[in-house]
Structure formats: structure tokens, C-alpha cells
């Protein structure tokens, strides 16, 4: 069991590097695809549908294309893999002397009833959030008092963002989470011990995030059949300068762990759902809301943040999360 377990640990990573080869090799072409659609819509009549989608081609550069060429790949790949993946039935063990009926029962745990999840579930996603949105919000207050931000109102005002935010952030969360906490660190955790499953786990989602989100504007020629390859190329070179890495890898690593910690202490992806989506929304409110005026380099970024303020700020509302939800599994 153990050999074949690490097995499906070798495919996982077998996946993810699929998926960025086919999305290297298919970015330029998407982009061509995407800037052909723009020209047309914006020359002929079109429908509704193709004519918000040739507006967005428009103004996406090739990064943005890269990064749709990678999820385009990740769905077109995950039920081959998926398929791949699903484990074989262990064969049958060898007969023994059953139990009595009356001794199965006493012996068997009782079963807790399906409300008291959904409620401990509730709790521990609401919990999650609210400390890490909480926290997000004391400090972004802290820097604007200091001078390092200036706020101003969101566009469509305030009822519209905060619904449209909480909605968005909550469905990325979900979606997020039942890949890498729930189908990947299941993967991770039949293989290994718990301390490595979430190490594994948190490098595997800081170098997903850190190839799916190109940070900064990287200069590449989309004409070229490479480009796709050659943006991987330049990311690495840039990700392998120490200050970039940890600029970019330490508040993924250190959100992965976080969020595989809770996953395994808790047994269930509340926790996890709700911690992911406090740190989304409050990105999202941090770039929405908040002009920078000073020199903030560690507080700026993509909406995954970057520097380690965001990596304290996470590990701190990890450690609260911790305090208020069950005790590990047994």
C-alpha cells in the first residue's frame, strides 16, 4: 500500500508538470486566438458574449494569457488524471473468525449525528475568516495612519464590493481548496507522515501559484512559438534571485502550510475554506481600497500578496485558528 501511495505522490507531480508544458506550448496560441477575437468584435457586429470576451482579450497582455493557458491545460488534463489516479481495490484480506453481531457493535465507534458536523463546520469556517479578515483589516487601518496608504471609496460602492468580493473570494476558495487540501494532501497523506504530507503540500501550492500568477510585468514576443516557454524561463531566473523568492515563495509557503495544518488538524476543509477566503477578500479589499503613497514593497502585490508581512500576518491567524478549533485527529 505504502509503494503504491507514493506512486500517486510521483503522479501528482507528474501532473502539475503536464499542465505547465501544455500551457507553455498553448499560451501563444491562445493569445493569437484571444487578440484575433478583440479585432473582430471590435470591427463587425457580435453578440453579447464574444463582445465582453474580445474586450477582455484587448486588454490582456501575455502573462494574462499565459496564466488562462495553464488553467485551460489543468481542466482539459484533470479527469485523465484523475483516472490515472484512483486506486486500485487492495485485495481481499484472508478470512478470520468474525465477530458476533453484539461484539461488532460494542466495539464499533459511535458516530457522531450529521448536524453536530455542519454546525463544527460552520464554526470553524466562520472562525477562520473573520481572524484572518480582522487582522488584514487592523493592519491595512495601521498603514494607513502611518502614512504608507491612502483610502478612498470602492467603485459601485460599498454593498456591491463587499457582495461581490465575499462571493468570488468564497467560490476561488472552495475550488481551491478541494484540489490542493482535499484531493492532493489526501494523496500526500496516504504516503507519508503528517509533518511531511504539509510541508509537501504547502511547496506544492506556493510553486503552483508561483508559475499560475506572474508577479511584475515580464517582457516577452507572443509572436514566437516559445514564448509560453521562454515566460517560464525568465520567471525561474527571476524567482531564483533571493530577495524575489522571498518576496513571492515565503507568503505562498507560509499560506500553504497554514492552510494543510488546518486541513489535517480539523479532518475536513471548513477550516481551511474559511482561512482561504478571509485572506482572498482581504487582498481583494487591500487593492480595491488602498492607494499606495510610500515606499510599502512588502504590502503591494498581485491579489496571492507578497512579502512577509502577509506570510506573518497568515501564520498568526493560523495560530488563533488553532486555539479555536477541535484537537487534533487521534
Not at 298 to 327: C, D, E, H, K
Request: overall charge positive; glycine content about 8%.
Amino acid at each position: 500500500m505504502r509503494i503504491r501511495a507514493f506512486g500517486d505522490v510521483l503522479k501528482v507531480w507528474l501532473y502539475a508538470a503536464a499542465v505547465v508544458a501544455l500551457g507553455a506550448w498553448l499560451a501563444p496560441l491562445l493569445f493569437n486566438a484571444g487578440k484575433a477575437l478583440a479585432e473582430v468584435s471590435s470591427s463587425r457586429v457580435t453578440n453579447d458574449p464574444l463582445k465582453w470576451l474580445g474586450a477582455h482579450c484587448q486588454k490582456a497582455d501575455f502573462p494574462q494569457f499565459f496564466t488562462a493557458s495553464l488553467l485551460l491545460a489543468a481542466a482539459v488534463l484533470f479527469f485523465p488524471w484523475l483516472r490515472w489516479l484512483r486506486p486500485k481495490p487492495d485485495p481481499a484480506p484472508p478470512e478470520s473468525d468474525p465477530a458476533t453481531p453484539d461484539e461488532e457493535e460494542a466495539a464499533a465507534p459511535k458516530p457522531r449525528p450529521a448536524c453536530w458536523n455542519i454546525i463544527r463546520g460552520t464554526w470553524h469556517g466562520s472562525a477562520g475568516f473573520l481572524l484572518v479578515a480582522e487582522m488584514w483589516l487592523a493592519l491595512a487601518g495601521g498603514l494607513v495612519l502611518t502614512g504608507f496608504f491612502r483610502p478612498h471609496h470602492p467603485t459601485g460602492g460599498w454593498e456591491t464590493f463587499v457582495l461581490s468580493g465575499l462571493a468570488s473570494s468564497f467560490a476561488l476558495a472552495v475550488l481551491l481548496e478541494v484540489f490542493f487540501r482535499g484531493w492532493v494532501m489526501a494523496v500526500f497523506l496516504r504516503a507519508m507522515r503528517p509533518a511531511v504530507a504539509i510541508g509537501m503540500n504547502a511547496v506544492f501550492f506556493a510553486l503552483a501559484f508561483a508559475v499560475l500568477v506572474p508577479h511584475r510585468p515580464i517582457a516577452v514576443d507572443p509572436e514566437t512559438a516559445s514564448a509560453g516557454f521562454r515566460l517560464l524561463r525568465l520567471m525561474a531566473d527571476r524567482t531564483a534571485d533571493w530577495p524575489n523568492a522571498c518576496e513571492i515563495l515565503v507568503p505562498l509557503l507560509a499560506l500553504g502550510g497554514v492552510l494543510a495544518y488546518a486541513r489535517w488538524r480539523t479532518a475536513a476543509l471548513w477550516l481551511p475554506i474559511g482561512l482561504h477566503t478571509g485572506w482572498l477578500f482581504a487582498r481583494e479589499a487591500q487593492v480595491a481600497l488602498l492607494d499606495p503613497i510610500a515606499g510599502a514593497p512588502y504590502l503591494t502585490g498581485g491579489p496571492w500578496s507578497q512579502g512577509w508581512i502577509p506570510a506573518i500576518t497568515i501564520v498568526l491567524a493560523g495560530m488563533l485558528a488553532r486555539r479555536f478549533t477541535a484537537n487534533p485527529p487521534s
